[in-house]
């Protein structure tokens, strides 16, 4: 005993639900990707225990873990404990270093870092809370997601690095947990840290 | 023009007046113009030949009314000569609409009999309107569970009732809640005779806290409702309407139920009636147990931890006189949950007891009194508490690790006054005045406490058969966050027989948390602060007064009290009856939230961490359809289809993704921009979700059977990419559908047999929903006498 009256209303309001559901193309980037100079740092343990609250100092040059007895020199160019990174100058260490947080940025394409405009670990920046790079979930260079306890790596986040002698380089940060899974879990180990970074060692700003 | 309008007319006072009146009316006729007046006399009496008094005769389209006296006569004098419509109203009766006709210098002798609507089972609604109102014809649209479907799927609580309707998703967060139009469990008010249910965790009510014993109905009015009910009434509202003792001459009545099941739950429920000449009273009891269930064997903590819950509710109904009536509706809850867990502390393993107890009481007392015919009076006076306490003790010494009390009281003394003005004009206003403490640890001195004033008015205008129009507003005062006007309108259109539109526009608020206003609270192990916003501007006045701020980010002088989480709603509804056996229902709804509550920080403190407080922020919008079609074909047979789309997007999200502002990376591992067709809007919220129901009664053979579908489609669970945001397939948790079968036969001697299934095809998700137990079995047996 359905009219057609009634079905005429029911078959328009349908057209409209499926036609508002339809989607967009979803384009992935493509184009050639040198990856020549890129260097890959896996499980950089920082503070692993979670107990002993000592960095790990690494040095981009030769991708060395610094020993502890050198934090105070110039050998060093980025440190890690937990979630939080310090960069060698200022309040951190004796060196030129410095750290310039950019977002939504393609590791991958990025061929040039700024020059100027680097931040330094300091008290005086206390909205960031001192350090060139922020620590804090959605403020820095994590997100921490409440409901399953895991710190992942903002998407598109990239740190130029002023190194402790002057130089530059462009890092990322991939993993927060040991073996760097694709998808951490609770039962993974967390507090090591893989990077991935190109060096420049000539001075210049080109980190292709 | 005369107007004749009394009250309650004793027998021996009512036979003057009538005498009176007709020489008046003779008087006035004969002064009057003796051409073009007449009168109306009539006589109301109910379908079983009883005659009604006090009810309210209006000759529509003119100021004529009046009421019936003792004898169930009406007179009305005075009245031009023409055509009218004689409407009679009279509470518990169906409406009458009279065409009658009067001639000069004469009487027009009508006789009018009204139908008892309870002996028609027309079901009645009161949540949209704080007024009864017949289900089908309220102005607001309401869904209304009856008992009879709570009995054929065996439900034992709040939570079993309203799993299986269209549009209510349960979603557990400290507990199951019910998500509203795409809306958490923290925007829907959960009343239980109109008074609001205190005891939130994060939140949510636990739903399964409210046995079901002695409920006759739930109404559910979704779409914001704050200009009649205030606080969280944002989503919408469920009012449980339970049986309100009856006066006559019942005499006793006992209803007794058990019912036993999958997991050893156990229910037994009793419930006594006592209905005098003058006096009502029934007792309802409840104990429901169960041992719980463990979906992750490898871990020492169960699934789903064993539980008893007891319910009493006594009620008890006075007839002071014909017009006075008192009512008194108490509650008594008592809760215990106990299991096991591991505690890591410090790496090591140790075997803990949990236990977790809450309990609550209300007590609501109403006085209802008929000023006369047309205007009654509400006075109410409500009272709730509820504890709880969440403690961990050593398994192997019984030594206390850790304990969370927390106590609320809510305290409420409401007039109301219905008015009805004419038959087109229906009129509620009313004003209270609410008291509220809470006592918990982390809350600045331990112990708050807040005041509140409110006003209310409601108009509901029925100029004609086919367009009603109801607007309400309503005024919250508060002493800890900023006042609130929540207006509401609402219009019926009944152009056909066989259509109905029913339009809404309103303004819904919820109120800021305890925590959010109260919270005092330092991490000892890292040293950042949190400040409910009633006491920041002190806190941070010690804090400074102390050294112990390094500067601030925000000037304290700039901060004001927080503002209640609002929004505005349009919700657009058609009831679409084509023949007798078939009803679509459709309805589409949009929310717009904004100052929804978030920390931010306020200042750094010289150890390098932050001081949060809580500011408005977030905006949020809801949007969706949904379709209930009923169909049924005879024999005893009743098929029901329903259907909900909806969408719930983060405003300032879908800004950032539009700018391209949040990055992932795509299937290529490649860096690319969030697309907004990617972006899922709010976790935990299926787009699609339904219920497929198939009923069979069979009355004469006393036998009844019920399928029941529930699909929930995918929904988002959690970020995975790092962004925070909704965008990937591998956010999501799969969709599924659980099928419940449940078959009841009724034996001699009003015994009632009842066997079932739930979940029959046994769908668990203990990764994404562990309060999805699997397939349950279950027996029940009631007796009625």
């Known amino acids: ?208 | 023009m005369i107007e004749i309008s009394y009250h309650r007319p004793t027998a021996h006072v009512s036979r003057w007046r009538f005498v009176a009146i007709l020489s008046v009316a003779a008087l006035c006729s004969a002064h009057l113009s003796a051409q073009s007046t007449g009168s109306v006399r009539g006589f109301v009496r109910g379908s079983d030949g009883s005659t009604i008094m006090d009810a309210l005769v209006t000759l529509t389209g003119t100021d004529h009314r009046g009421s019936t006296d003792k004898d169930g006569v009406f007179f009305l004098a005075g009245v031009q000569t023409g055509t009218y419509t004689l409407a009679v109203r009279m509470p518990g009766y169906q409406p009458s609409n009279q065409t009658c006709s009067v001639v000069a210098g004469d009487t027009a002798d009508v006789a009018i009999v009204l139908t008892d609507s309870r002996i028609e089972m027309q079901p009645v609604v009161v949540t949209g309107t704080r007024t009864e109102r017949p289900y089908t014809t309220s102005p607001v649209r309401t869904n209304l569970i009856a008992r009879e479907e709570m009995n054929r799927a065996a439900a034992r609580d709040l939570r079993d009732v309203l799993e299986e309707q269209t549009g209510l998703a349960i979603v557990h967060d400290h507990g199951a809640g019910i998500q509203v139009q795409g809306l958490d469990p923290a925007y829907t008010l959960i009343l239980i005779d109109g008074e609001p249910v205190v005891g939130r965790t994060a939140g949510t009510l636990e739903l399964s806290r409210i046995a079901i014993t002695d409920v006759e109905r739930v109404e559910v009015v979704k779409g914001p409702s704050s200009s009649l009910y205030g606080a969280d009434a944002l989503a919408g509202v469920v009012n449980i309407i339970t049986e309100e003792p009856r006066t006559g001459t019942d005499g006793l009545g006992v209803n007794l139920q058990s019912r036993y099941g999958s997991y050893r739950t156990l229910d037994l429920s009793a419930r006594l009636r006592y209905s005098g000449s003058d006096v009502g009273a029934s007792i309802a009891f409840n104990r429901k147990s169960s041992a719980g269930y463990d979906l992750t064997p490898a871990s020492i903590s169960p699934t789903a931890p064993p539980t008893t819950d007891y319910t009493i509710s006594p009620k008890i109904l006075v007839q002071l006189s014909p017009f006075t009536s008192l009512s008194v509706h108490g509650r008594v809850f008592v809760g215990r949950q106990e299991s096991d867990l591991d505690l890591e502390e410090g790496g090591t393993l140790t075997r803990m007891t949990e236990l977790s107890r809450t309990n609550d009481w209300s007590v609501a007392s109403k006085i209802e009194h008929s000023l006369n015919a047309s205007t009654t009076f509400k006075g109410k006076v409500y009272v709730m508490s509820y504890n709880s306490d969440y403690s961990l003790r050593a398994a192997s010494s019984g030594a206390l690790h850790s304990t969370d009390p927390f106590e609320q009281t809510y305290m409420k003394a409401e007039a109301q006054v219905d008015a009805v003005l004419t038959a087109q004009h229906l009129f509620t206003a009313g004003a209270g005045y609410v008291r509220e403490a809470v006592e918990a640890v982390r809350i600045a001195e331990g112990v708050h406490r807040a005041t509140s004033a409110i006003a209310f008015a409601q108009h509901e205008w029925i100029p004609t058969e086919a367009l009603d129009v109801v607007a309400s507003i309503r005024f919250d005062s508060h002493s800890d966050y900023a006042e609130r006007l929540s207006p509401k309108a609402s219009v019926l259109l009944s152009p056909l027989s066989w259509l109905k539109v029913r339009l809404s526009a309103g303004s819904g608020f919820k109120a800021p948390t305890f925590q959010q206003l109260y919270l005092d609270f330092t991490n000892p192990a890292v040293g950042y602060s949190v400040f409910g916003s009633t006491g920041v501007i002190d806190k941070l006045a010690n804090l400074q007064a102390g050294g112990q701020v390094q500067q601030l980010l925000v000037d304290p002088s700039k901060l004001s009290l927080i503002r209640p989480e609002s929004s505005l709603s349009f919700n657009c509804g058609v009831d679409v009856a084509p023949a007798e056996m078939i009803l679509l229902r459709v309805n589409a709804f949009r929310t717009s939230l904004k100052d929804m509550i978030e920390t931010a920080p306020v200042a750094v403190k010289t150890n390098g961490q932050s001081v949060f407080t809580y500011f408005n922020l977030n905006r949020v919008s809801t949007q969706g359809l949904e379709t209930e079609l009923t169909f049924k074909p005879g024999a005893g047979m009743s098929v029901h289809f329903g259907y909900q789309y909806v969408e719930a997007i983060d405003r300032d999200v879908l800004e950032a993704v539009r700018a391209g502002r949040i990055s992932k990376r795509g299937s290529t591992g490649r860096l690319r921009a969030v697309q907004e067709s990617e972006y899922g809007g709010l976790f935990n919220r299926s787009s699609h979700s339904g219920t497929f129901k198939v009923h069979y009664d069979n009355p004469g053979l006393g036998l009844s059977a019920s399928c029941r579908c529930l699909v929930r489609g995918r929904y988002g669970f959690s970020d995975v990419n790092g962004n925070t945001i909704l965008d990937d397939e591998s956010e999501y948790a799969p969709g599924y559908a659980l099928w419940n079968l449940s078959v009841s036969q009724r034996l001699p001697g009003r015994v009632t047999l009842q066997c079932g299934i739930e979940n029959m095809l046994d769908k668990t998700q203990p990764q994404f929903d562990p309060s999805l137990a699997g397939r349950r079995l279950f027996c029940a047996v009631s007796v009625e006498y």
């Open chain 1, 1 to 208: 005993m359905l009219q057609r009256r009634f079905m005429i209303p029911l078959v328009a309001l349908f057209c409209v639900l499926i036609s508002s559901c339809k989607e967009d193309e979803i384009v992935e980037p493509t184009g050639d990707v040198s990856q020549a100079a890129v260097v890959m740092l896996k499980d950089i343990p920082a503070d692993s225990s979670g107990t002993s609250g000592q960095f790990t100092y690494v040095r981009l040059r030769d991708s060395l873990l610094v020993s502890l007895s050198d934090s105070n020199t110039t050998g060093w160019d980025i440190a890690f404990r937990s979630t939080t990174i310090r960069i060698n100058a200022g309040l951190s260490g004796p060196g030129q270093g410095g750290a310039l947080v950019l977002h939504n940025c393609d590791f991958d394409t990025l061929s040039r870092v700024p020059a100027t405009g680097y931040a330094v670990d300091s008290t005086a920046r206390p909205a960031t809370l001192g350090l060139a790079v922020p620590t804090g979930s959605g403020k820095g260079w994590y997100n921490y997601n409440p409901s399953t306890n895991i710190i992942a790596p903002i998407p598109g986040v990239v740190l130029a690095l002023r190194t402790a002698d002057g130089k530059f380089a462009k890092v990322q940060i991939l993993n927060y947990y040991r073996g760097a899974p694709a998808v951490p879990s609770a039962t993974d180990s967390p507090r090591y840290f893989t990077i991935r970074y190109v060096y420049q060692a000539d001075g210049s700003t080109d980190v292709q």
